[in-house]
C-alpha cells in the first residue's frame, strides 16, 4: 500500500511535472453541460477561487498546496462513476463530487474502498450521506430548508400547502415531503400533492388539477428545478392561478430570477445571503474584482466554504491521510465559512449551517426574508 | 365536469404542439425517407432565436417571429449541409446522419450560448386567464390551440390548393415518379424542410412562451415525443402524424391528471404499453400511407 | 438519320447486380423501337437510366442528338423526353385532373398546361368524366390511360413505355396500342418496352432483344418474329 503511494506518487511527479509529493490533490467532478451544469459550474468557480487563494498563501493552512483535478461528467451518472475511479487512479485524497445526491452517491460508493472523504458541491438531500462516513454535504441539507421555510410559510399566515415533487430524484421527492412533515407539525394542513417527471413536457394538467382542489391551497412548494421550475411557474401563472409559490435553493440561479413576472415574489430557501458588510459581501466583491464575473448565487461561496471545510479538516486531523480527514470532518463543530458557519458534529455529516429565506422581486432580485438554524426539534428526519 | 373540460383543453394544447412536430418529421420523411433526429435541435435554434432577439431588446412579438424564422433558416440549412448530401442514401445512414447533426448542434448550443437554460421573459399579460361559465382558461393554452390549428388549417390549404401543395403530396407518394415528371427534386425537398422549419418554428414559440427557458435539450424532449407520435399515426402518413400527435398529447395529459399518485411513476409507460397496443391491432399505424403497387 | 434516343454502350448497377451490360439501342425519329426480353433481363433498368433516375455506371444517352448521359430527370424532361412507367405508377392520392396538372407544372405556362389538359380529356373521355375523382380509384386500363395522359402533358418528343399492357383486359390493351399507333403518326418516337412480344414486334418498326442485360438480337421486327433468340431470350430467365 505504502509503496504504491509512493509510487503513484513518483509517477504523478514524471508525468505531470507539476505535482510534488506533498501536494494534497483534490478530484472534482464537475458537470460542465446537462440538468446539474447550472449549479456545478458557480460551484467550482467559488472553490476554485478559494483554493487559488489558499495556493497563494502556501496552500491548505499555508502549508499543504492542494492540487486540483477536475473532470466534466456531463450529469451523466456513469460517466460521473468513472471519472472518480479516473481521479482516484490519479492520486486523488479528496473528492468533491457534483450538486445533487444521486451523483454524489455513486461517487461515495467508488471512494468507499478506500475511505476517500467525499463531499458534494451542493447535493441537499439528507440520504446522500448514509453511503458511509467518509461522505459529507456542504449545504444546508433539505431538511433543515424545508424546516425553516416552512416555519417562514407559517409566519406568514399560510395554512394549506400543495406539494409539486418528482419520484426522479431525491431532491426533488424529499425537499417537498420534508417541508409537508414540518408545516403540519407547525400547525398548518397538506391538502394535496402532484407528481412530475423530470424535463416533463407540460405542466398544464398538475395546474389544471391544483386549480380545481378543494380545499384550495394558499402555497405550492416544490424542490423542481430549471427547466421544469419555469415551465411549472409559467403554466401556473398561465391559468391565472397567483397563489404563492415556495420552493428549494435550486431556485437560486440567474435563470429564475430572469423570468420576470411569472417569478416575482416566489420564496425559497438558501444557504446564505451577502449582507452589507458581511465577509460574504466581502468574497462577492474579491471574486468580481478577480473574474469580472459576479457571483449571483449561492454556489459559488458555498464552493469557497468548501475549501474551507477542507483547510479546518485537515487541520484538525494534521494529517492527510484519506481517514483521518474524514474523521476530523466528522468532528467540526462551529466551523468559520464565508456563507455561514457549519457543524458537523452530531450530525450525520449533512452540516447544521443557518438557512435564509429569499424572495424573488419583480425586477429579478433577490429580497432577504429570513435567517434561521433548523430548530432540531421538528426537523423531519430522512 | 369542469376538470375534465379544462384537461382536455391542456391535452388539445400539448397535442398540437405534438402534431406540429410530427408532422414536420412526417412530411420531411415521406419525401426523402429520413427520420430526422435533428428536427429537436431546428426547434432549439428557434427557442434561441427569441432569446436572442428579446436580449438585443426586441419587442416579444418581433422576437417570436424571428424564432420561426431561425428555425426555417436552420432547417434550410440543415438539408443543405448535411442531408442533400447524403440524398437517396439508405434509411439508416440518413438516420446516423441526423444523429451527427443533433450531437454537433447540441454541443454548439452548449457552448456557443449555454449550458444552462437561458430565461425568456414574456409580458405578464401573456399569461393571464378568462372565464367561461366559470370555468377558467388560461391565454397561454387558448392560444397555443388556435395557432395550432391555424398552422394545420394553413398547411392543410396549401397543400391542397396549391401547385406545390400537390407537388407535395404527390412526392410523398412516389418522389421518383415525381422527378420523372421533370419537377426538380431540390425545390420540393427544400420545401419539405421549409414547412418541417416552419412547424418547428411556430411549435418552438408556443413552447417557449409556454416554459419561460431555453436549453440545449429544449427540442429533445418533445421530438421525441413526436417520434412515437408519427409512428403511431404510420411513418410517414401526414394526416396520421396529426392524429398521432394529439393522441400522445392527450394520453400523457389525461394519464397525469387522473391516474392515481402510486401509478405516476409509470405514466411514460403506460402510454408507450398504450402506443404498442395500438401498433399491435394496426401495425402500420392509425392511417397508414397509402403507396400504390410499386415493382 | 437523326435519332430520337441513342444508347451506346450502356451499362447499369445496382450495387454488386450488373442490370445492364454495354448495349447499344436506338429509336429513330417518329419511330417505335421495341424492347423485348424476360423479366430481369434489364429493359425497365435502360428505361430509368434514359429518364435520369438511375444514374449509368458508363456508356452514353444521346436524345435528339444531345448527350444527356447521367443527366438530371428534369433536363432530360426539358430535353422533351416522357414516360410512362412499368405499374403505371399514378398518384393515387391525387386527383385524375391533379395527376394531370402537376405533369404539366414543370414545363410550359400554366395557360398551355390547362389548353393540353382539355385536349388530353377529348383524347381520352373516361379522364375527362373522372376527373375530379381519386386517381387511385380508377380501374387499371383508366389508371394506364392516366399514365400515358401524364406523359404526354409535357408535349414530349420520344415517349418511354414501360410494359402498357400489363394486367390490361384485352379491349383495353388495343384501346392502348391503338394510341401507340396514333402517336407515331403524330410524330412521337417511342421506346416501347413490352412482354407481349408479338404485340410489340406487330407496332414497331426495330426491336432489340435483352438476356441477361446484354442485347441478345436486333433488327427488323419481321425478321425477329419467330426467331429462336426471341423464344430463347424469354425462356432463358
Known amino acids: ?382 | 365536469m369542469d376538470v375534465l373540460l379544462q384537461q382536455l383543453i391542456n391535452a388539445l394544447s400539448l397535442g398540437g404542439i405534438y402534431a406540429m412536430l410530427a408532422l414536420g418529421l412526417a412530411i420531411v420523411f415521406s419525401i426523402v425517407r429520413l427520420i430526422n433526429f435533428a428536427h429537436g435541435e431546428i426547434m432549439t435554434f428557434g427557442g434561441y432565436g427569441i432569446f436572442l432577439s428579446m436580449a438585443f431588446g426586441l419587442p416579444p412579438l418581433a422576437a417570436l417571429t424571428v424564432g420561426i424564422g431561425a428555425a426555417l433558416v436552420m432547417a434550410l440549412s440543415m438539408e443543405r449541409v448535411a442531408f442533400r448530401a447524403m440524398r437517396g442514401a439508405d434509411v439508416v445512414s440518413l438516420l446516423i446522419t441526423s444523429f451527427a447533426v443533433s450531437e454537433i448542434l447540441k454541443v454548439l448550443f452548449q457552448n456557443g450560448i449555454s449550458a444552462r437554460p437561458v430565461p425568456i421573459s414574456f409580458p405578464s399579460s401573456w399569461s393571464g386567464a378568462y372565464q367561461i361559465g366559470g370555468m377558467t382558461i388560461g391565454v397561454a393554452p387558448t392560444v397555443s390551440i388556435l395557432v395550432t390549428l391555424i398552422s394545420l388549417a394553413t398547411l392543410t390549404l396549401v397543400l391542397r390548393r396549391t401547385a406545390t401543395g400537390m407537388a407535395m403530396r404527390a412526392a410523398a407518394e412516389d418522389f421518383e415518379m415525381l422527378r420523372m415528371l421533370g419537377v426538380k427534386a431540390d425545390r420540393v425537398v427544400a420545401v419539405s424542410f421549409a414547412i418541417s422549419g416552419l412547424l418547428a418554428g411556430v411549435a418552438a414559440v408556443i413552447w417557449t412562451a409556454q416554459r419561460g427557458s431555453v436549453d440545449p435539450l429544449m427540442g429533445f424532449f418533445p421530438v421525441l415525443k413526436a417520434f412515437i407520435a408519427t409512428v403511431l399515426g404510420g411513418l410517414g402518413s401526414l394526416g396520421g402524424a396529426v392524429q398521432g400527435g394529439f393522441v400522445v398529447g392527450a394520453l400523457e395529459v389525461l394519464t397525469q391528471a387522473f391516474l392515481p399518485d402510486s401509478l405516476a411513476p409509470y405514466r411514460d409507460a403506460i402510454v408507450l404499453s398504450a402506443v404498442i397496443a395500438v401498433l399491435l391491432v394496426r401495425p402500420d399505424g392509425l392511417s397508414p400511407t397509402k403507396t400504390g403497387a410499386r415493382s | 438519320m437523326e435519332t430520337a434516343l441513342d444508347i451506346k454502350a450502356l451499362e447499369v448497377r445496382y450495387g454488386p447486380v450488373r442490370a445492364v451490360r454495354g448495349i447499344d439501342l436506338g429509336v429513330s425519329k417518329a419511330g417505335i423501337t421495341a424492347l423485348l426480353g424476360a423479366n430481369g433481363a434489364g429493359k425497365t433498368s435502360t428505361v430509368m437510366a434514359v429518364a435520369g433516375v438511375v444514374p449509368p455506371l458508363s456508356g452514353t444517352v444521346s436524345i435528339f442528338g444531345q448527350d444527356m448521359t447521367g443527366a438530371a430527370p428534369d433536363a432530360i424532361v426539358r430535353a422533351g423526353v416522357a414516360i410512362s412507367p412499368e405499374g403505371r405508377r399514378i398518384f393515387a392520392s391525387l386527383t385524375v385532373e391533379e395527376n394531370l396538372i402537376l405533369a404539366g407544372s414543370a414545363t410550359g405556362s400554366i395557360e398551355t398546361a390547362t389548353e393540353r389538359r382539355a385536349a388530353l380529356m377529348e383524347r381520352f373521355p373516361i379522364l375527362g368524366e373522372r376527373r375530379r375523382q381519386l386517381a387511385g380509384l380508377l380501374s387499371g386500363g383508366e389508371q394506364q390511360m392516366l399514365a400515358v395522359a401524364r406523359a404526354l402533358m409535357n408535349e414530349p418528343r420520344l415517349l418511354l413505355m414501360d410494359e402498357p399492357s400489363l394486367g390490361l383486359a384485352p379491349q383495353m390493351v388495343d384501346t392502348i396500342f391503338g394510341i401507340l399507333e396514333e402517336l407515331k403518326s403524330e410524330g412521337i418516337s417511342i421506346l416501347l418496352v413490352e412482354q407481349n412480344a408479338a404485340l410489340a414486334l406487330e407496332v414497331s418498326d426495330h426491336a432489340v432483344v435483352l438476356a441477361n442485360g446484354a442485347v441478345a438480337a436486333s433488327g427488323h421486327p419481321s425478321d425477329l418474329a419467330g426467331d429462336d433468340v426471341l423464344k430463347s431470350a424469354y425462356l432463358a430467365a
Open chain 1, 1 to 382: 500500500m505504502k509503496t504504491k503511494t509512493i509510487l503513484m506518487a513518483t509517477t504523478i511527479a514524471a508525468i505531470g511535472g507539476t505535482a510534488f509529493a506533498e501536494d494534497y490533490v483534490i478530484g472534482v467532478m464537475s458537470a460542465q453541460s446537462g440538468y446539474l451544469a447550472p449549479y456545478d459550474g458557480p460551484a467550482y468557480a467559488g472553490f476554485k477561487f478559494c483554493i487559488d487563494e489558499m495556493n497563494a498563501a502556501g496552500g491548505l493552512n499555508g502549508t499543504t498546496p492542494v492540487k486540483l483535478i477536475v473532470k466534466d461528467t456531463r450529469s451523466d451518472i456513469a460517466l460521473g462513476v468513472q471519472v472518480v475511479q479516473e481521479m482516484l487512479d490519479d492520486g486523488a485524497q479528496f473528492i468533491v463530487s457534483s450538486a445533487d445526491a444521486d451523483p454524489t452517491i455513486a461517487a461515495a460508493q467508488i471512494t468507499a474502498a478506500d475511505m476517500i472523504p467525499t463531499m458534494t458541491f451542493a447535493g441537499t438531500a439528507p440520504v446522500l450521506t448514509q453511503v458511509g462516513p467518509h461522505v459529507f454535504g456542504s449545504y444546508p441539507a433539505d431538511n433543515q430548508q424545508a424546516t425553516v421555510l416552512a416555519g417562514y410559510a407559517r409566519d406568514q399566515g399560510f395554512e394549506r400547502v400543495w406539494l409539486v415533487k418528482s419520484p426522479d430524484s431525491a431532491y426533488t421527492l424529499g425537499g417537498p415531503e420534508y417541508f409537508g412533515e414540518a408545516f403540519s407539525a407547525l400547525g398548518g394542513t397538506v391538502v394535496g400533492e402532484s407528481n412530475f417527471s423530470l424535463n416533463q413536457p407540460d405542466f398544464s394538467a398538475i395546474v389544471t388539477t391544483i386549480q380545481n382542489a378543494d380545499p384550495a391551497p394558499d402555497v405550492i412548494v416544490t424542490w423542481a428545478w430549471e427547466p421544469d421550475f419555469p415551465a411549472f411557474i409559467r403554466a401556473l401563472r398561465g391559468a391565472g392561478l397567483d397563489t404563492q409559490v415556495m420552493g428549494g435553493d435550486a431556485l437560486d440561479t440567474p435563470t429564475v430570477r430572469g423570468l420576470g413576472d411569472v417569478v416575482a415574489g416566489v420564496a425559497h430557501s438558501s444557504g446564505g445571503f451577502p449582507d452589507e458588510g458581511s465577509a460574504y459581501a466581502d468574497f462577492v466583491d474579491r471574486f468580481t474584482a478577480a473574474t469580472g464575473t459576479a457571483p449571483d448565487n449561492n454556489y459559488y461561496v458555498n464552493g469557497c466554504d468548501i475549501a474551507h471545510m477542507i483547510e479546518q479538516a485537515v487541520a484538525a486531523a494534521g494529517t492527510t491521510d484519506p481517514a483521518a480527514v474524514s474523521e476530523a470532518m466528522a468532528g467540526i463543530e462551529n466551523g468559520q465559512g464565508i456563507m455561514s458557519n457549519f457543524t458537523f458534529a452530531e450530525t450525520d455529516r449533512m452540516p447544521l449551517r443557518d438557512v435564509v429565506v429569499v424572495t424573488i422581486t419583480a425586477d429579478g432580485q433577490k429580497r432577504f426574508a429570513k435567517r434561521e438554524t433548523a430548530d432540531p426539534a421538528i426537523l423531519p428526519q430522512p
